[in-house]
């Protein structure tokens, strides 16, 4: 009988996608993040907002193991990937990351960009990866560029281009560190605009931006961290209209 309770009880889970508990990092002497208790449900839209420096891009970077808490557990997707010997290789695959820098390989065309990792690390077949890959080329608005290289495209359309490179991987969870960080400002609109496409789908979205319109428009939460802190979390109306911490107020009142 409690044989059955247990394993009831491990397949429901405790019914969040991303689950967060007690996570502390240090560099070194440096406190990173601090008592970080976050839960994430499936089909989310987190905002990630923050000065420059205060843990953002290590949290996130936590949720897919590319950085290992000094302690406290991570569970996605029903995998526990801070336990020893947890199959971090399994659990990246349904979580892509993309990056200020857009990362895409230079050597390789658009759509090689975009096959790689599913046919080296998923195995799926070239034609099936290639297939999807237009697919997706298409809805970031770029099949006329599949046979283009990385150098021969905008900053914008190269973050478009890692965002379908992104979707090819089919993950469950989407990470966006500063996404529009490093565009010009005229291509940071088309960048937004595939990303709020792409926040009507059941897809989990974790987002790092200062892009506040954005935020507004697509977050069910929005998070703001201090000094490795989460200060403050809340629905966007009440975030930005009527937030508790001084701390936040102050952080909103410099960047709106
Ligand atoms: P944010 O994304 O909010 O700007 P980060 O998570 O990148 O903040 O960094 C938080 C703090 O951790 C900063 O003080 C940063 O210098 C430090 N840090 C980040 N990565 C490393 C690392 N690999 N080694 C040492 N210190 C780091
Ligand atoms: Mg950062």
Not at 92 to 111: D, E, I
Not at 140 to 169: D, Y
Not at 200 to 228: C, L, P, S, W, Y
């Amino acid at each position: 009988m409690s044989a059955c309770i247990l394993t009831v009880w491990t397949e429901l889970g405790d019914g969040f996608l991303i689950t967060m508990e007690n996570v502390e990092k240090h560099f070194g002497k440096l406190h990173v993040l601090k008592n970080i208790n976050l839960h994430i449900e499936t089909g989310e839209k987190l905002v990630v907002i923050g000065p420059s420096g205060s843990g953002k891009s290590t949290l996130i970077r936590c949720i897919n193991a590319l950085e290992k808490p000094t302690s406290g557990s991570i569970t996605v997707d029903g995998v526990e990937i801070t336990a020893r010997k947890a199959p971090i290789n399994t659990v990246r695959q349904s979580v892509a990351m993309v990056f200020q820098s857009f990362n895409l390989y230079p050597h390789k065309t658009v759509l090689e960009n975009l096959t790689l990792a599913p046919i080296k690390v998923q195995g799926v077949d070239r034609k099936k990866a290639e297939e999807t890959g237009y697919a997706y080329l298409e809805r970031v608005g770029l099949t006329e560029k599949a046979h283009s290289f990385p150098s021969q495209l905008s900053g914008g359309q190269q973050q478009r281009v890692a965002i379908a490179r992104a979707l090819n991987m089919h993950p469950k969870i989407i990470l966006f560190d500063e996404p529009t960080s490093a565009l010009d400002p005229e291509m940071i609109q088309e960048v937004l605009d595939v990303m709020v496409g792409l926040s009507k789908d059941n897809i989990t979205m974790v987002v790092v931006t200062h892009e506040m319109g954005f935020a507004r428009q697509v977050a069910d939460r929005v998070i703001f961290m201090d000094d490795g802190e989460i200060v403050e979390s809340g629905a966007p109306e009440h975030f930005f209209t009527n937030p508790s911490s001084d701390r936040t107020k102050l952080f909103l009142s410099k960047i709106l």
